[in-house]
């Protein structure tokens, strides 16, 4: 587990890669997708953190949520000054706040 600095750049660089990834789904306790997150440009940090927290933690609950948002450092801030700004970690601030435990579930590329 890493040790969350200032910034989120910094925290990234800690991360392990995701090259091999393709995309996160969020699962909910009956099963249902109800958040994807493709591994494309402007979504790569989010990839990589959601991947880290699986690998981490296994599962997204409050205590994944409050070290997730320690991960992404500034942002976090920002998302809670301009709310759906930073979807993903939004998602990440409603579970820390008492949102229903998510499963991470990694799909890897098929080539």
């Known amino acids: 587990m890493i040790e969350p600095g200032a ?3 910094d925290n990234l660089q800690q991360l392990p890669p995701v090259s091999g990834v393709q995309r996160i789904d969020l699962v909910d306790a009956n099963g249902r997708v109800v958040a994807s997150i493709e ?3 402007g979504k790569q940090g989010s990839v990589a953190v959601y991947n880290y927290l699986k690998q981490a933690f296994g599962t997204l609950d409050s205590a994944t949520a409050e070290h ?3 991960v992404f450092g500034e942002h976090t801030a920002d998302a809670r000054a301009r709310p759906g700004a930073h979807p993903n970690v ?3 601030l409603a579970i820390a706040a008492g949102g ?12």
């Open 100 to 111: 229903a435990a998510l499963d991470i579930q990694v799909t890897a590329d098929s080539d």
């Open 68 to 70: 997730g948002l320690l």
């Open 39 to 41: 591994n494309q440009p």
């Open 90 to 92: 939004d998602r990440l």
């Open 7 to 9: 910034t989120f750049k």
